[in-house]
Nanobody, 127 residues
Framework: QVQLVESGGGLVQPGGSLRLSCTISGSTLDYHAIGWFRQAPGKEREGVSCINSSDDSTYYGDSVKGRFTISRDSAKNTVYLQMKSLKPEDTAVYYC????????????????????WGQGTQVTVSS
């Protein structure tokens, strides 16, 4: 069974940076598309970014484009989300998700596209 564990969340000041990690076990990263989602209190879940293991193509939501970078390290079975120039509106619980059949496209990921989820990590951007 595929398991995902996120880490790297925390409290950061506006303009700061954080790097989230998502480590997969029970399977190989190379067989899955990995997506990052976030959900703030009272808001719907938002697809932030996605990466395809087949060709390393990526997707970024408009709200994070130019500030966030997704990457993967197959040797470590880990996907990273580097977040820079953080804003208070980036505050949310961030989740990673994996699916062996989904392919990230220009239309962005939806939660229903993924079968395995991590437990989430809190990111708070505040002065």
């Amino acid at each position: 069974q595929v398991q995902l564990v996120e880490s790297g969340g925390g409290l950061v000041q506006p303009g700061g940076s954080l790097r989230l990690s998502c480590t997969i076990s029970g399977s190989t990263l190379d067989y899955h598309a990995i997506g990052w989602f976030r959900q703030a209190p009272g808001k719907e879940r938002e697809g932030v970014s996605c990466i395809n293991s087949s060709d390393d193509s990526t997707y970024y939501g408009d709200s994070v484009k130019g500030r966030f970078t997704i990457s993967r390290d197959s040797a470590k079975n880990t996907v990273y989300l580097q977040m820079k120039s953080l804003k208070p509106e980036d505050t949310a619980v961030y989740y990673c998700a994996a699916d062996p059949d989904y392919y990230c496209s220009e239309y962005g990921p939806k939660g229903t596209d993924f079968t395995s989820w991590g437990q989430g990590t809190q990111v708070t951007v505040s002065s």
